[in-house]
């Protein structure tokens, strides 16, 4: 199992940038593929991007494809989302999450290791 805390959330206007950081613990942090998701109040979660553990297969949301950037540092047990080009729909609680199982890489219930989720508001 994985603990995973996330960091970097916070207020932007329409244009700007922010970088998410989630700290993982455990010692076999480089077997679990990471994602990024997203939710708003009464919305399933969305899927924003997902590396895996060698950091070969990457992939994103469509809405978030050429502005945001997920990357991962495997001696620190980090992983990252760098977002640019932020619009006020990108507002919501981003969620960090890990997996070692298989099944499709942007759907969340694949995923069995959850952070609390860190705070993303874009203003107009």
């Known amino acids: 199992q994985l603990q995973l805390a996330e960091s970097g959330g916070g207020s932007v206007q329409a244009g700007g940038s922010l970088r998410l950081s989630c700290a993982a613990s455990g010692r076999t942090f480089s077997s679990y593929r990471m994602g990024w998701f997203r939710q708003t109040p009464g919305k399933e979660r969305e899927f924003v991007a997902t590396?895996?553990?060698?950091?070969?297969?990457?992939a994103y949301g469509d809405s978030v494809k050429g502005r945001f950037t997920i990357s991962r540092d495997n001696a620190k047990n980090t992983v990252t989302l760098q977002m640019n080009s932020l619009q006020p729909e990108d507002t919501g609680v981003y969620y960090c999450a890990g997996r070692t199982s298989g099944g499709s890489i942007n759907e969340a219930g694949a995923y069995d290791n959850w952070g609390q989720g860190t705070q993303v508001t874009v203003s107009s």
């Open positions: 590396i895996s553990g060698g950091s070969v297969s990457i």
